[in-house]
C-alpha cells in the first residue's frame, strides 16, 4: 500500500471498534484482520474503463467476505490492495488457516487472478496492530517471491528477523559490503527474482553467466551468505528485504 492507502486502512480498523462501542453493540471475541493483494486484471475486454474493473473487483471481495461472515465482515478496498476484517466465532480455537485458504481460493477463482492474502488473529483492541502485522506478513511474502495463497506465519522466520533489534542489524551488517558493488547487489536480486537460475540472470543483466557466478561468489565470501545454496536462500532473502525495510546502510564501525 501507499502512504495514503495505509493512512485509509489504520482509519478503517479503528473507526469501525469505535462506532461499535458508540453504539454498545457487542464486539466479537476475535477478528481475523486480513490483508490483500489482487493480482492484474485479465486484459479479456481491452475497453472495459479501468474504474470498472476495480468496482467489479472490490464488489467481489465484499461478496466472498459476505459469503462467511455476512454483514457484520468490513472490507477497505483499494485495488489492488485490500484490508478486511472478519468476525470469528464466539469461542472459535481452531486455526484459522482453512478459512483464510478457502477465502483466497474463492475470491482468485471470482476475480481470475492471482491473490497474495495475509492474515493475523486478533482481539478487538488490538486490531490496528494486527493491520500492521498482517500488511507486514504480506509485503514479506511477496517480497521475497512468494507464490500466491495465503500466508499466517508461514514467513515467520523472515519476518522475526525482519524485526528492530539484534538479527536486523545482523542482516544489515552483512549485506553492507554491497553498498560499495551496486552491480553486485543487482545480481543478487535478479538471481533470486529468477528463481535462482544464473542463465536467465544473465540473459536479464546481459553477462556472462560466468559473471553471474563471480559476483555471487564475492557475496558468498564477504557477506558470508551464499545464496547458490539453498540453505542459505532465505537469509538471503531476509537480508535485502531488511536492507530494504531499513532505507539506509549502516555505517562502517
Known sequence: MGAGAGEAAQCFVVAPLDVVDRAEQALPEQYLVLSLRLGTAPS???????????????NAVRR???DHAGDDALALVQDPAATALIPLPPGSDNSPEPL???LTDRLTALIATPVHAAAVVAVPDAVPDARAQSEEILQIALATGQPPGAYLLDVVVTYQLTRPGPGRELLLRRLQPLDDHPD??????????????????AADLNLHPNTVDYRLGRIARLC???????AERLTAFAALYARDRAGYHLETT
Open 44 to 58: 479479456a475486454d481491452p475497453g472495459r474503463a479501468p474504474e470498472i474493473t476495480r468496482h467489479r473487483r472490490a
Open 100 to 102: 483464510l485458504r478457502d
Open 64 to 66: 466472498i467476505l459476505a
Open 184 to 201: 553486485w547487489e543487482k545480481t543478487l536480486r535478479a538471481y533470486l527474482r529468477h528463481g535462482f537460475d544464473r542463465k536467465a540472470t
Open 224 to 230: 558470508g551468505i551464499d545464496a547458490a545454496d539453498p
